[in-house]
């Protein structure tokens, strides 16, 4: 696999806190096929309701993601905005929710040239 395309490893979680290989340290990212970055969420007025939006998922997509995974966070209090999977699903990609320790194990369950995660 070509490791330019390969999404990062998530190599540690805990509350409020990730590390992601290559990036570095901190509370939340956008990671997908050929990198990631810190998320955040004051870009689209995300918040814990109504949840992730399409417009945060559309990063993802544009690098490629065909499998996008959205964590709800450690206590589950962030959501998914009812639009946000019928987004994913218009453009026939295959998205998990789970809080987020359970996110983690699914996104790097994927081939990680496939993969997407907002967390």
């Not at 696999?1 to 939340?28: F, Q």
């Not at 209090?77 to 639009?83: C, F, I, K, Y």
């Not at 699903?89 to 809080?99: D, F, P, Q, T």
Request: proline fraction near 5%.
């Amino acid at each position: 696999m070509n490791d330019e395309m390969r999404s990062p490893k998530i190599l540690a979680v805990s509350w409020g806190r990730m590390e992601i290989e290559g990036i570095g340290t901190g509370k939340d990212f956008k990671l997908y096929p050929g990198g990631g970055r810190e998320w955040d969420w004051n870009e689209t007025g995300t918040r814990h309701s109504p949840g992730i939006q399409p417009a945060d998922v559309e990063e993802l997509l544009a690098h490629g993601a065909t499998v996008v995974v959205l964590s709800l966070g450690m206590y589950r209090r962030l959501q998914v905005a009812p639009g946000t999977l019928d987004y994913l699903a218009g453009r026939s990609v295959a998205a998990h929710v789970a809080e987020t320790r359970e996110a983690v194990k699914i996104y790097l369950g994927y081939p990680l040239n496939r993969t997407g995660n907002c967390s």
